[in-house]
């Protein structure tokens, strides 16, 4: 892995005046920038430059943020950093669910922008440094941590970077209880500041994709008063 002074990170953004913003603040940071004004040209440079992170902007012409989210997702984990001035509660959980690692509003500082890209950074660090160990199999999940594969009942499942690492956390710790901070700690980092709801959201979200029956969890169990729990199966 290359030191942090040299990742790339593309800023997909069309108003000027806060691209030359953002764009300095990572600058000055110590890392590497590339620029597009559309969403279009974001895709292009993605594919170009192959950067490690993306801070995409919401309302852009040619093609809006969502679009470019979307397709993002379909082809890279990097991780994704929406800036937008869509503070709208809606929004926020609509670039969660579409795998954003974040969403930043404005206006904000130089902190507010720093802050989260480092914790993706070093998130994406982390999981790359996991994919490195052995994988896992139960009777009813397997997973190849190398490849990001997933078998649930031997048919495979797309999972999102954020539910993929969600379900590792929990059957790294099989059996065991870990709290909704410790899930917080450990898939979202330490330094995420955002609510605890989100550890809730995507329990829902990995349960429709695992659990036979996401209304009746057998695999994910929540243990009211204390967090969640992956009961590994014996047979």
């Known amino acids: 892995m290359a030191s942090e002074q040299q990742k790339k990170i593309l800023v997909v953004k069309d108003n000027e005046d806060i691209r030359t913003v953002v764009t300095t603040r990572l600058n000055r940071a ?18 170009g ?13 040619v093609m809006d943020g969502w679009q470019v989210l979307e397709r993002l997702r379909k082809v890279s984990d ?24 974040d969403y930043i509003t404005k206006p904000f500082s130089g902190e507010e922008l720093l802050a989260p890209v480092e914790v993706a950074l070093r998130r994406a660090s982390s999981s790359e440094e996991e994919a ?4 896992y199999s139960d009777p009813e999940i397997t997973i190849d941590f190398q490849k990001y594969e997933v078998l649930v009942r031997s048919e495979s499942v797309s999972l999102s970077p954020t539910e993929f690492r969600l379900l590792a ?25 955002g609510s605890l709801e ?3 959201l995507y ?9 036979r029956n996401h209304e009746a969890p057998a695999l994910i169990e929540t243990v009211r008063g204390f967090g969640y729990r992956y009961c590994r199966p014996t047979s």
């Open 30 to 47: 110590g890392y590497d920038t590339i620029i597009a004004a559309d969403g279009m040209d974001g895709l292009r440079r993605f594919y």
């Open 49 to 61: 430059d192959r950067p490690d992170l993306v801070v995409l902007d919401i309302a852009m012409p």
């Open 78 to 101: 990097a991780p994704v950093l929406i800036l937008t001035a869509a503070t709208q509660e809606r929004d926020k959980l609509r670039g969660l669910r579409s795998g954003a690692d």
């Open 203 to 211: 329990v829902g979200y990995l349960r429709r994709k695992v659990e």
């Open 132 to 135: 490195e160990s052995t994988g």
């Open 198 to 200: 989100v550890v809730r």
């Open 169 to 193: 956390a929990l059957i790294r710790n099989a059996n065991q209880v870990l709290s909704q901070d410790q899930l917080l700690d450990q898939v979202w980092g330490r330094e995420y500041v």
